[in-house]
Every structure is written in C-alpha cells, then in structure tokens.
C-alpha cells in the first residue's frame, strides 16, 4: 500500500490517500518509472502539490474505474489536465469526451484554456464532427479558434483532404471526385464504350499546403478556410441536370433562362439571353449557362448530416456562381497563381541553375552532382508545358489502349488460324485414308 500526501498549496489543505502500489503504478503511468525500483509491500509516501478535490477525484476513478460519477463542467479541465500530467490515458479519453458532449457549457466556463496542450486540442478537434462543430457557440472564444486550426491541420496531414487546381478551370477538386466529376474546360475524349469523358487535371506545380497558408496571408480565419475546404470535399448529386457537384457549388445548376435561336438550315445558333453560341445537335459535355439557381439535391442526400450542416453554413461556404465577387475562393486561386507563377519565371529566368547543369560535370565532386541531380528534380514545371505534356499523355493512354486491343485481337485471329491450320491436315489425312 502506498500513501500518498496530498498538499494544496493555495488552500492550505492537505489529505493523504492511500492506494495499492500496483493500481497506482497501472493506472497511472506517471508513477510507474517513480515507483519502479521499490518492493511491491513497501509503504512509500508520495508528496503531490495539487487541488485536493481533484486528486480525490483521480482517486475515486481509480478505484471504481469509471469516471461517470467524478466529471462535472466545473472540473472537467482540471481533471483533463491533471490526468494529463499523470499519464492517465483512460480518464484523458474519458475527461475529452466529456468536453465534446458538453463544450457549450465548458466554453462558457470563466476559467483561462489556455492550459490545454496542443496535444490534447489535438484531440479533442478530432473528437468534434461537422455537425458538432457547427453547434458551438463560443462567444468569448475560448476554444474554437484552437479547434479549427487544429481541424484545418489534420486536414492537411489527411492526403485524401487535399485539394488540386485543375489547369483547365482553375477550380479545386480532391483525387477522388475526378472520376465524378465533370471539367466542362478540358478537352474530351471518348473512351471504348463510347463514353464522353471530360476530367480535371492537376496542376503539378500546385501545393496544397502553401495555397492554406496563402489564403491565412489573405485574411482568412481557419474558420473560414475549414468551412470552404469542408465544402469542397462533400459531393451531391442533381436531379435536374444529372451533375454531382461539390457541396460549394449548390447554387450552381445552370442554365440559359431564354432560348437559343437557330437561322434555317444551320446547326449553330445564339441564346438570346447572352449571345452565346448553341449547337442545336450538341453530342459533347454539357457547357455552362448564363444564369444559376441552387441544383435540386437527390432526396436521399438532403437528409444527410453534411446537406444540414452545408446549408446552415452556405454563407460561408457558398462559392458564388460569378467569379468576380470578393468572397469566391476561385478568386484567391487565381492569385495564389499568379503568385507561384512570379516565381516559377524568376526561377526560368535564373538560367545560373540551368546552366550550371550544363558545365562540365567531370570536374565535380560526387556530393555535389548529388545536389546538383536533386535541386533540379525540385524545378517546377512550366504550366504551359505541363498542359502540351499531359496531353501527349492522354493521347499516349488512347494509343497505348488501342495498341492493346489490337495486340489482343491479332493473337485471337493467330489462335484461330492455328486452330485452322491444325484442323486442315487431319482432314487431308482422313480424306487420304479413304482413297
Ligand atoms: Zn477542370
Ligand atoms: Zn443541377
Ligand atoms: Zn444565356
């Protein structure tokens, strides 16, 4: 048994515990490497300067392994801090969620939260969904700033939140809404069951991370960045026009509000509401309208938990469907690009890098090439090179597809004269024998 003397320096209070070695040493990880060397029936006094009240309540959770009679608002921070302190990985789960189910009340609380580890807000962002995050009300700004950020950082780490640039449209899109979604910039192609394709493509030069930290340059809270990426990442489908569209876009189901007219005779015409130009048999992607109003959300999805949050939090997240307002992110990507651009020319211009390549590389040392071979692996790609190359690409794919089928079908017609051919001598020797 180990007694443990309690002293509140502040209250002048002091309370000893008494707890058996191995609980302690098992629950409390703090004590472990403390108590490792003494004998298992040692009587050992512990001496602890903290808030008896709170120590009794590590204690009883101790002993009754459950914190449901022990948290309260009042005590739930310097439970979770204490327990922090101690290593008491359970309780600290415990003293979170806690927080999570009860965080407007905690916000309100008149204590400074400025003691909570980054580690531990960590956490705690992780532990908060949309809908949660959507709930909180934190007038004096307690936690939320630091709950954000932190939500905008796993954001980053998570690779599958990354959002690129398409070098097309310029619009954002996450590796796995290009299959789903639609480019109505990008050249078409029409793959071997006849459908039309027409995906985004990344801009290889685009980084993520900088694009964050450019937009928090801009002005930009990790509120507001959280919420335009959030509604980037979460895709619905249309009932009217067919498009799955990301949930920033919900005010963009274009249209032509007036009709095209078409001169006799000819395929081509002009809306009248913008002048421009309709193709009365139209086989290709479906191109903008001149006017939008919000899409018409598929039953199933409007009674989803992210269409509720999206629609509460649309006058932040909604792009606008003209590209000149101020708040549109359309706009900060393209001068994010300007930006990397800037850089990406001086660096062209900087031909010392480039020529230094070509120098006599024979009078350099190993470690040098070495350097050399890695700073020009790091130069970025000229976009206008980048977009001739990928489209040598995807014409590569469709001449490396056709190659194949026609591989396969030239070994098919092999197999077959084979076939015929191995067939045609036995005949020969039937009809030899009869004769
Ligand atoms: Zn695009
Ligand atoms: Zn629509
Ligand atoms: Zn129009």
Redesign the pocket.
């Known amino acids: 048994m180990i007694t443990i003397h309690v002293c509140d320096e502040n209250r002048k209070v002091n309370k000893d515990f008494k707890c058996a070695k191995s609980l302690l040493v098992s629950q409390m990880k703090f004590f472990e490497l403390h108590l490792s060397g003494s004998g298992s029936f040692e009587d050992i006094d512990i001496s602890v300067h903290c808030d008896v009240g709170v120590f009794e309540s590590l204690m009883l959770f101790l002993n009754s392994g459950t914190s449901e009679y022990i948290l309260e608002v009042s005590n739930v921070i310097s439970i979770l801090i204490s327990s922090e302190y101690l290593q008491m990985e359970r309780l600290v789960d415990d003293c979170l969620q806690f927080i999570v189910n009860h965080i407007n009340e905690v916000v309100n609380l008149s204590i400074d939260m400025a003691c909570i580890s980054p580690k531990l807000m960590r956490k705690l962002a992780s532990l908060i969904d949309v809908q949660k995050l959507d709930e909180i009300s934190d007038r004096r700004d307690k936690l939320l700033s630091r709950i954000y950020t932190n939500k905008v950082e796993a954001m980053m780490d998570d690779e599958t939140n990354h959002l690129s640039r398409c070098i097309y449209c310029d619009r954002l899109f996450a590796e796995s809404q290009r299959s789903v979604a639609v480019c109505e910039k990008a050249d078409i192609f029409i793959d071997f069951h006849g459908n039309v394709l027409a995906e985004h493509l990344a801009d290889c030069n685009w980084d993520f991370k900088k694009f964050v930290s450019y937009l928090n340059s801009q002005g930009l809270g990790s509120r507001e960045i959280y919420w335009k990426i959030w509604s980037r990442l979460i895709m619905f489908d249309c009932v009217d026009c067919g498009e799955c569209f990301q949930g920033a876009e919900l005010e963009h189901c274009s249209y032509?509000?007036?009709e095209a007219k078409f001169t006799i005779g000819s395929n081509i015409g002009v809306?009248q509401?913008?002048q421009?130009q309709a193709v009365r048999f139209d086989t290709s992607i479906k191109k903008q309208?001149?006017?939008a109003h919000r899409h018409s959300v598929c039953p199933e999805q409007t009674q989803s938990t992210e269409y509720e949050v999206l629609i509460k939090k649309l006058p932040t997240t909604a792009e606008p469907f003209l590209e000149d307002s101020t708040s549109a992110l359309a706009r900060y990507v393209k001068q994010f690009v300007v930006t990397q651009e800037v850089v990406l020319c001086s660096e062209d211009e900087v031909s010392p890098v480039t020529s230094q390549y070509n120098t006599d590389e024979s009078d350099c040392s190993d470690e040098e090439l070495k350097a050399r071979k890695g700073k020009k692996s790091k130069s970025k790609v000229n976009p206008a090179k980048q977009r001739a190359w990928k489209l040598d690409l995807l014409r590569l794919k469709d001449f490396e597809a056709m190659k194949d089928l026609s591989a396969k079908l030239i070994s098919r017609r092999r197999r077959k004269d084979v076939k015929v051919r191995t067939t045609k001598p036995n005949v020969s020797m039937v009809a030899r024998r009869r004769s």
Do not use: K, V
Request: glycine letters at 10%; hydrophobic letters at 10%.
């Open positions: 032509h509000p007036l809306y509401c913008c421009e309208g001149c006017t």
